[in-house]
């Protein structure tokens, strides 16, 4: 079954206490992203892969970062997580077909509170 | 950069009843604009789509339509029934290589029987 599998689903922690939140997928996308959603901003995109190796910046990086060192894994890290970070977090993939957009698969979310 | 509007943030219709969301975009450049829906726990999934060379697409209940000199289109959900109930996201993209996809804040579709 096609899937995006994020993990861990609800985490609560503490500031300060460094975390990663994983994302792997089966569907061979050379695109992985991370977003965070919360009420009232709809989905806010964090960071973005095109493909191994390849990230970038999306419209809210301060205090996160990631890594593609594999295709189908796009780990986010929160080196110092803060109560700012508590949000719903969702990773997804798609196909880069050149030329055509082609639709995302979102995972199902991992929930985080920063006391 | 773009920025894509939707309205309402909740929308509460009887079982059988049309309900239509509504969005609008900032950049003209853009071409792709889908439709997700969320459900309780769960993350977006992809209902619908349409490119900005057509103008109206339909996929049994649900509807899209776009006007691109207006810049706007919309969610068109016909005979609502209970499972309809959910967020629904608009989005919108331009086909650059790039591909970034800007939502909408979502809209909370109650369904009442």
């Known amino acids: 079954e096609a899937q995006v599998t994020q993990n861990p689903r609800y985490l609560i922690t503490v500031t300060g206490k460094k975390l990663t939140v994983t994302c792997s997928q089966n569907m061979n996308h050379e695109y992985m992203s991370w977003y965070r959603q919360d009420p009232g901003l709809g989905l806010r995109q964090i960071y973005y892969?095109?493909?191994?190796?390849?990230?970038d910046k999306g419209d809210v990086p301060e205090g996160y970062k990631v890594s593609r060192k594999e295709k189908r894994n796009f780990p986010l890290i929160l080196e110092s997580p803060s109560p700012n970070q508590t949000s719903l977090y969702f990773c997804?993939?798609?196909?880069?077909?050149?030329?055509?957009?082609?639709?995302?698969?979102f995972g199902d979310g991992t929930r985080l509170s920063i006391l | 950069g773009e920025n894509v509007e939707q309205h309402p943030s909740t929308l509460s219709v009887q079982e059988g009843d049309s309900a239509v969301i509504k969005c609008t975009y900032s950049?003209?450049?853009?071409?792709?604009f889908p439709w997700y829906k969320q459900e309780l726990g769960k993350g977006p999934q992809l209902i619908i789509d349409i490119r900005s060379n057509v103008g109206e697409k339909k996929d049994q209940r649900i509807a899209v339509t776009l006007n691109k000199t207006a810049k706007h289109f919309s969610l068109h959900i016909t005979e609502t029934q209970p499972e309809d109930s959910a967020v629904y996201f608009c989005?919108?993209?331009?086909?650059?290589?790039?591909?970034?996809?800007?939502f909408g804040t979502g809209t909370r579709l109650l369904v009442s029987p």
């Open positions: 989005a919108a993209s331009k086909n650059t290589g790039f591909q970034k996809l800007v």
């Open positions: 950049d003209s450049a853009s071409n792709y």
């Open positions: 997804a993939s798609r196909s880069q077909w050149q030329g055509l957009d082609q639709p995302q698969h």
């Open positions: 892969s095109m493909n191994v190796e390849v990230t």
